[in-house]
RNA sequence: GCCCUUCUAGCUCAGUGGUCGAGCGACGGUUUUGUAAACCGCUGAUCAGAGUUCGAUUCUCUGGAAGGGCUCCA
């Protein structure tokens, strides 16, 4: 039997025990508050939940020692899970004052299924089965982890639900295991970061997803700004600036303006003008690409800006940088013959590779891409014309089987005007969000009547291909804050040494230090304060600086620094040309 | 948007129906230091508004903001 299949059946034994912790949390539940309605209780990714309706009552996390200590009394009578087939209407009956199992109940017997019981000691639930043999003995390490709202069947129409989390292991040290490395998530969560190193603020005043950018922050900001736009430049990019404003028949032209309304902020008027705050960048590109002729010989054109746009998010998605509503794509559209597209993605891909490189990130373990396909029985939501989109999947499909790229298609996820290619992180609490796109665009080209003159002097339409190449740099910003934890490698640090002058007769060389290496293109601080060196040390250890120059008597007199890493490495003293090169060498390594 | 929780000083956190307390920080001073916290002093806050009350930071309501969720189907 290979690694795999055996990864599998662990899982699924994994999934067993814990719908069977769900199962014995709804009898808890049951037993403490009889009047409660169950709904569903499946096993997740990292545990269980149960969905309740509890009527009047306020179930809360304070009740949770309570509903565990029940737990623990009633698993004990728990031999085994017993299995009853019954009828529709035995079914009905047992459940009839809870309108969900019966929508479930009426559900299931429509598709057809078996309508099952499962009884444990007094406690019994529709269920289609998937326990474990003996709870009494393997129902012991579980632990409630929080209380949620949810929609009974995920939909917002339907009434909010009380749902509870939980967690359950097959024994004790796998457990504290998850519970540990959910702690140290939290410490690097971006938003705890942000706030102790200083990079970002929020303000009432100003608003809800509307981050504020401290120097250190900008500083962070500024340099991936760069090193994109080099990037970008080397690479055959053209850049361009374009407004954040426009009228909003740009926006009926693009088409955009129907499937993106509600996340749009509202019109203003001014004058006789519609004007709206782009929510994305691609119309303003396509204008500027008519604004005159183009031959063939010039394409692809490859338009690319820090682009600044904004979305009206709902307000419990935004989170700290990761979701806010004014962002600045690191934008592009790349204007080219059909049959060049192919080459033009790779291309694409090919930066997107370098850039995650840059940022430590190895390809099939920290990202992978998703091939993101439309929907041809969905006429709504995406732009008709079957044999477009045939090609159009088929060429992003090719793509990634030729790059050998790791990646998993998902129906249903393309923008309206084509398909796409996602680059998917894995963040730090292990879950998968879209940080860079890549949308091969057939329909745009035909709205805006793009064109190029052909080598036979006719008139032809090109492709768009719209990408993103490091992303929002919001969300870039937030995602590396986690990926570094804060100690970002010397090329991204805000601050890359703090000089550190024992006592005040060293301050003067200090600050000639300090000159010299901001001259040489470093960002140095010299902490002038009057404090002991241990406690500078501390604080620029704590402020996760790269690096820290001590200068007391013996470097005054010797004309050198003694250099100490933020990992507490002791490099000794070395003149401040070896330092240099020093930190030259680590910020070209990108270390 | 919706459900639950939270909002006390710049930060982390106490506490209370009757003039809110600490540590760190900031500031002033003393000290002039050798690889993760010197000493003394001082400054500074109940998210906003309304209501109940003799009196509200505490209770109620409205608003703002933050956090956990709202995909994972009996």
Known sequence: MNGFLLKNMEQEQLDHLRHSCAHLLAAAVMELWPNTKRTIGPAIENGFYYDFDFGDVKVSEVDFPKIEAKMLELVGTWKGFERKEVTKAEAIKFFKDNEYKKELIEEFSKEGQKLTLFTSGTYTDLCRGGHCTHPDKELKFFDLLSVAGAYWRGSEKNKMLTRIYGTVFPTREGLDDYLSRQEEAKKRDHRKLGKELGLFVFSDLIGAGL?????????????????????ELKRGYQHVVTPPL???????????YPYYKETMYPPMNVDEDELILRPMTCPHHFMLYKSSPHSWRELPVRFAELATQFRYEKSGELSGLMRVRMFTLADAHIITQPENAKKEIIAVLDLIDF????????KGEDYRYRLSLGD????????KDDAAWDNAEQVLREVLEETEAPFYEAPNEAAFYGPKIDVQIKNIAGHEETAFTVQYDFVMPKRFDLTYVAPDGSLKQPVVIHRASIGAIERTMAFLIEHYAGAFPVWLAPVQVTLIPIAERHVATAQKMATELKNRGIRVETDEKNEPMGAKIRNATLQKVPFMGIIGDKEVA????SVRTRKGEDLKAMSLENFLSLLQKAIEHTL
């Not at 850039?355 to 190895?362: E, S, Y």
């Open 211 to 231: 981050p504020m950018l401290t120097p250190k922050g900008a500083t962070i900001r500024r340099i991936l700004e760069r090193f994109i736009v080099d990037e």
């Open 246 to 256: 426009a009228k909003v028949d740009l926006y009926r032209t693009s088409g955009h």
């Open 355 to 362: 850039v995650n490189h840059r940022f430590g990130m190895i």
């Open 376 to 383: 041809r029985t969905e006429t709504k939501k995406y732009f």
């Open 558 to 561: 010797e004309g050198v620094i």
